[in-house]
């Protein structure tokens, strides 16, 4: 039996992987570095071929921080809108951090989206994208045009 205490869950931050071994690791760490109580991390990959679910199970398996990790693997992908769907059914959190596995997350990334959706009860909250190369530098804000 079981006699720890449950933790208390306020929001879920999943990380989406497919076929990213390459960049998964940083994006994951910028997640688990985030300072957010009551934090469910959910390391989601969605049918990859490559190391994507190994590395996420390598680093679930020695992480011994404040939030509660969540493995899930996809045999086959579900595509975007299938993985996203599934991961409603999966999160405890009344709010979702959405994270693509080639995303870092700057510190306090997570706390100032929390307080937004606070303040506003917005049903979606975003937050700025910069584009990186694969060296890692800053080429830019993201914009669709």
């Known amino acids: ?6 933790k208390f869950i306020r929001a879920t931050a999943v990380i989406f992987g497919h076929n990213q071994s390459n960049c998964i690791r940083e994006s994951i760490y910028a ?21 994507t679910f190994k590395i996420m199970t390598d680093i679930a398996d020695s992480y011994d921080g404040p939030h509660i ?15 996203v769907n599934q991961i ?3 999160a405890s959190g009344e709010f979702i951090f ?9 510190p306090g990334r997570f706390a100032k989206i929390w307080a937004e959706y606070k ?5 979606l909250v975003h937050s700025d ?3 990186i190369s694969d060296s890692g530098n800053e080429i830019g804000a993201w914009s669709q045009q």
């Open 1 to 6: 039996m079981d006699d720890k205490p449950k």
């Open 69 to 83: 990790i969540k493995l899930n693997q996809n045999t086959n992908n579900l595509g975007f809108i299938g993985h």
């Open 129 to 131: 994208v910069i584009k």
């Open 119 to 123: 303040r506003t009860n917005a049903l």
């Open 31 to 51: 997640v688990l570095r985030q300072e957010f109580e009551g934090l469910e991390v959910i390391l989601s990959d969605n049918g990859s071929v490559d190391d």
């Open 98 to 106: 959405y994270n693509p596995g080639d995303d870092i997350s700057y």
């Open 88 to 90: 409603f059914s999966l």
